[in-house]
């Protein structure tokens, strides 16, 4: 035998037992935390490594096996908690809904729209509509704001007709955004069915009505609680008699959510509206199996990717937890939940970051397990009515999320991950204790009377405000990354007066075509008033010719006073930074420039270039032209380059050591009136530098929008600023 195949014999031989465990032995965190220590330079680890949410959450840097260990798990999905879903099949069993609003105002281009994109991947019809007809008027009375505002103008049945043409509702899930009462709507929907020859209870999907989330949205209930509550309930008794597929009870926290709230808000108060809404209707006569089946919840689903995955989980559990305690068990704990992806970090510049942005989100929201998920255009901040193409690249994230990522065959793809697990039990724990405080406050309705709820969110949107302005948290392309090439993605808003004028002729028509029934309409409405069977005269009177107004005003002319709050305001993180960019362009069309702000880079590269870059990019976001100059030898040199450069302020680059002298000599040497700034903070020549006439000093921490203020201040004055 040769050598080589000695050694290739003996290479292969194993001489004892193979163990990879005592080979690499499991390290505890103690050793890694004795290992990393060091490098922390004395700063506390948990100030360096861990991570404060605004939930008030601490995220620590690593999660072991022993975070999952002492957690009370679901072994199985769709068992006891709910936690890893409602079914064991997650969505190999059934697949979530691509269900996309479309909010076109006329019920005829929503159609169009529809059609269009059921026919390219859509699979449900997701229909929003105006202000006017949630509020049950008719579109010629209503005010001009509310008509085409935010979804579609459906007046009568017509409108029902033209949005559904050519659609079949029993293939396809059906949800339809009815605001705080469903009841007037229903009617012309269920007059629709019946002369479509459609067999409601083969529907699927829900008609949310959610008189809270319309308060919190609006500031704004037309009616009493207490009124709303009767309709709900004989909403909820219709469908479970006729379209029992179809959820009835919205509970939704995207205004929450879209105000900045945080998750843990989101979770305490979406349980606190669920036991409003089922202690109100179990009062009023309902059975509490009645009410849970019809809840339908919606969730914002926001940029943190791990915290939404956490949250629609905990959700579950939380829930699950809530109607136990109405002698709920088995499927009656499961929970139908909507996800829509955030508005507020939608930005305005760099639009096409924004399909990043939702396509992230929407991943998150199916880790968690949505049962259907709307996914924003890329220019939803901008556009009243978004173009085919933008719809269809929204609705394409979700298509290739499903289609070629196979997110459809998965089922609780976080089930069992330390990190998740454990962040999923502290959403609950948190929310839960927030939920109680909600409840010893009267309950969800009393908590936003009050301002409670309103205020909570606020101090929650300054923290978040804070951390934009300071750079903490970033926004590609806004707040960092700034592009001053990319301009504004170009804004569309609908003209509601023109609108108006349009549903109003279409309106008078219809009039005039059922004027021969007038007599049939008006004995149908007298059955309506005193009818206690509302929806079903209510459809009998639509099938005579009656409007949604006629229907309202029929039915409620005896309804008490309203309710009204504070609306919780919506929140776009990137508007602090636009209008600075918008300044930029301004200043561009008016003097053919920017202001213009220099960068000395005093010394060889290693003195100045980090700062340099650092000074680059905190500026640019602000709309100002950054230029910058070759490595400076001297304060002098770099005076004379500064007074070339027309530059409104100057930012010298260095490091602390050398500023006590380059700085005061530079400012010595200038003999024009730039603004003078340091990169930097050093804190032993601060006051010598002050006194040697620096206007300011640019640090990382530094509030990036007072900064900007005061420089277009002394850019150009008023005028700019």
Known sequence: MSVESENKKSAIKLNKKFTLKDDFPVPAIEDWRTIVEPFLKGVPFEKKLCTRTYEEITLEPLYFRSHRDSLPLDLYPGSDNRVRGNSPEGYIGKEWDIAREIPAPLAEDFNTALLNDLNRGQNAVNLVPDTATLLA?????????????????????????????????????????????????????????????????????????????????????????????????????????????LKGLGVSMVPCHEGGANAVQELAWTLSTIVEYMNRLIDAGMNPEDVAGHLHITFGIGPFFFMEIAKIRAARLMIGNVLKEYGLKGNGLNVTIHGRTAGHNQTLYDPYVNILRTTTEAFSAILGGVDSLHTNTFDERAVDYPSSFSRRVARNIQIILKDEC???????????????????????????????????????????????????????????????????????????????????????????????????????????????????????????????????????????????????QNVRSSAGEGVSVDPVPPFRASEIFERFRDRGFMAERETGERPKVILVNMGPPGQHKIRSDFSRGFLEPGGFDVISTQPMNSPEEAAEEVMKSKAFAAVLCSTDETYAEIVPAFIKALQTNQMVIVAGRPAESMDLLKDAGVDAFLYLGADTADFYEALWKRAGGSSHA
């Open 137 to 245: 008027q008719d579109a010629h009375i209503a005010d001009t704001g509310s008509v085409g505002d935010r979804g579609t103008s459906l007046s009568a049945l017509p409108c029902i007709e033209k949005a559904l043409k050519g659609i079949d509702l029993t293939a396809v899930g059906f949800y339809v955004d009815a605001g705080f009462s469903a009841l007037p709507l229903l009617t012309l929907l269920n007059a629709y069915f019946i002369q479509q020859k459609i067999d409601p209870s083969k529907l699927r999907g829900a008609i949310d009505q959610d008189p809270l989330a319309y308060l919190a949205r609006t500031g704004n209930l037309p009616l009493s609680l207490t009124d709303i509550t009767g309709e709900i309930k004989e909403v909820l008794t219709w469908l479970n008699k006729h379209a029992p597929g």
């Open 406 to 552: 196979h997110l459809d065959r998965l089922i609780d793809p976080a089930g069992g991950s330390y990190f998740v697990e454990t962040l999923t039990h502290q959403l609950a724990g948190e929310g839960w204790t927030l939920f109680r405080e909600t409840e010893s406050r009267g309950g969800m309705s009393h908590a936003l009377m009050s301002g409670w709820i309103q205020d909570r969110i606020k101090s929650t949107r300054l923290a978040r405000e804070k951390d934009f302005r300071k750079r903490k948290r970033v926004i590609i392309g806004l707040n960092m990354y700034a592009d001053l090439k990319q301009i504004k993605v170009k804004e569309s808003r609908t003209d509601q007066g023109n609108i108006k004028k349009i549903r109003t002729d279409q309106l008078n028509r219809f009039r005039q075509s059922v004027q021969q029934d007038e007599n049939k309409r008006t004995l149908r409405l007298l059955d309506l008033r005193n009818s206690d069977k509302r929806i079903e005269a209510g459809t009998n009177a639509v099938l005579a010719g009656a409007t949604l107004g006629d229907i309202s």
